[in-house]
């Protein structure tokens, strides 16, 4: 779904038949002002969408924006101003509300974690724990607050997963099936491997021709273990075309991420940055009238 068909399909669901409230009580020619203001302080994100759903829905609305996405705005502060039609504006609010609030609040939270990790190489990565058909938005954010995407769908990276090792019969038949699968589809797909413990490791170095390997669920002692371990083969690297990736998951959060990235491993994935983070107080609220 791209950013147009998300922005229609969202406005049918909430508008529906008609947006019946304000058609009944706001004339058709009535025409204002309205202000979107942040309640608490934070890192402001969704002002280029919510500028996109306004003038998708009303391209006559003046929309007025006040900070740019990834700013650091504090509470009572107005973000957007928008003039024109008040029914418009209106019923577009909730729409804009709901993701600014959200895209905002993974943004703070991300750009949280990224401060934590600063001085060291990690790169703060989101995960596909996103919220359905939401993905694109709550990715969006995470940029936003400063950290980077992993692969966005199952379609454009191979990751291969504890289940598919379990499925497939171990580490090393996961990989060569793939090897073998994307040489029959002519594709040229990233390899990231997880691995949950050092055997598994050692594994996935003994068969190579990876280009990552995912460290799941490993203490920060175990962690750098493995960095050192998968940094410290150059047959390894040699045999997997370059140097290898190495990228922590599993139960990171904002209190012990310091600790991962002083590992020296390249990643942390993290799917609280889109699952566990907490919305931005925000409202719209009407400033002038005319008719």
Not at 25 to 33: L, V
Not at 44 to 64: C, M, P, R
Not at 217 to 224: D, M, T, V
Request: glycine share 8%; with cysteine; proline share 1%.
């Amino acid at each position: 779904m791209n950013l147009e068909e998300f922005i229609k399909a969202a406005l049918n669901e909430d508008i529906g038949e008609g947006d019946h409230t304000t058609l009944a009580t706001i004339s058709e020619n009535a025409k204002g002002k309205a202000e979107i203001i942040v309640k608490e302080d934070c890192i402001i994100s969704g002002i280029v969408l919510a500028d996109q759903i306004f003038t998708y829905y009303d391209s006559t609305l003046n929309v007025k924006t006040h900070f740019g996405d990834g700013e650091k705005v504090s509470a009572g502060k107005t973000c957007i101003t928008i003039e024109g039609r008040l029914r418009s504006i209106l019923s577009c609010e909730r729409l804009v509300l709901n993701c600014m609030q959200r895209m905002s609040g993974i943004a703070t939270l991300t750009n949280k974690m990224c401060a934590q990790i600063s001085g060291t190489k990690a790169k703060i990565l989101d995960t596909r724990k996103t919220t359905p058909l939401f993905r694109l938005i709550e990715k969006w954010a995470v940029k936003t607050g400063g950290g980077e995407n992993h692969r966005f769908g199952l379609y454009d990276m191979i990751l291969i997963k504890n289940n598919h090792v379990d499925a497939a019969g171990g580490v090393a038949k996961a990989i060569l099936s793939v090897k073998e699968y994307l040489k029959k589809k002519n594709k040229n797909l990233s390899i990231v491997v997880e691995a949950r413990n050092m055997n598994e490791v050692k594994e996935v170095m003994q068969t190579g021709e990876v280009s990552r390997i995912l460290l799941d669920n490993f203490s920060p002692a175990q962690l750098a273990e493995a960095v050192k371990m998968v940094g410290g083969n150059p047959a390894f690297a040699k045999a997997s075309a370059g140097k290898v990736q190495t990228e922590a998951s599993g139960k990171i959060t904002l209190e012990n991420v310091k600790a991962y990235a002083e590992t020296g491993v390249d990643f942390i994935s993290a799917g609280a940055l889109t699952h566990s983070y907490k919305t931005i107080d925000m409202s719209l609220r009407v400033t002038g009238r005319q008719e």
